[in-house]
């Protein structure tokens, strides 16, 4: 066997990123905010000195075996992103789309416009502003070895299966209970196969994963940690603040530590 072909293998097995592996990002940003309140979108709310959706966008942007961003916005909002991507050098961006109707629609739109060489779509809240390069290319591995990954956290609360009533039903299995995050990660041609089997069914999915698991494919999940937290509320982007904040601390100190070496 040739050495190409050998590397090739290695690769397949490992799930490492390969220039063969186009992955595209869709980051759905089309949302409505409801829960957040105020004049300004949750998206637009300034973050440690930017746009919150900003951040979601350098984490993927500084991904390697990113190869694309499609943003997925309300139509309102368009010019805004185009600009602001300029402004931050969000050069991966290959164009924003209008939202839907709900999430699965938005997702669909986004879907339309990948580029024909897309071979895996990475689909991510635009809420989820701490994820970072190191979790999103974690993800991306999975899905190169196993079709479909997902970003998740391992339940660390005894969770209660409740009845209609509201009374407790029975206790979930700790150790089987993960909690999803995005981004969630396919093989392009699987997850088209799976959105397109749900809008000739009318089937109405609560995340991605959920689609492909309509289909029948297994999805593999992969440990992100805590913070993948998604901003819903104003209260949010306190812990948000909070998290960033500390990680420059943390960040500021290596450096100073390398530095004096």
Known sequence: MCIKKIVGV???ISGTP???NYTSAIIAAAGLSERFGGDVTKQMTELRGMPLLIHTLKAFEETDCIHEIILVAKINEIPAWEQLCRQYEITKLSCVVQGGYTRQDSVLNGLDAVNKKSKFVAIADGARCLITPEQ???VCRAAYKYKAATAAHRSTDTVKIADKKGFIDNTADRDTV??????QVFKTKLYRAAAYTALKKGYK????????ENVGHPIRLVECGAQNIKITTREDIAVAEGILADRERIAKLYADSEADQ
Do not use: E, F
């Open 178 to 183: 993960w909690l999803a995050q995005t981004p």
């Open 10 to 12: 290695c690769r397949a």
């Open 205 to 212: 999915a609560t995340d991605d994963n959920a689609l492909v």
């Open 136 to 138: 999103i290319k974690l």
């Open 18 to 20: 390969h220039p063969k």
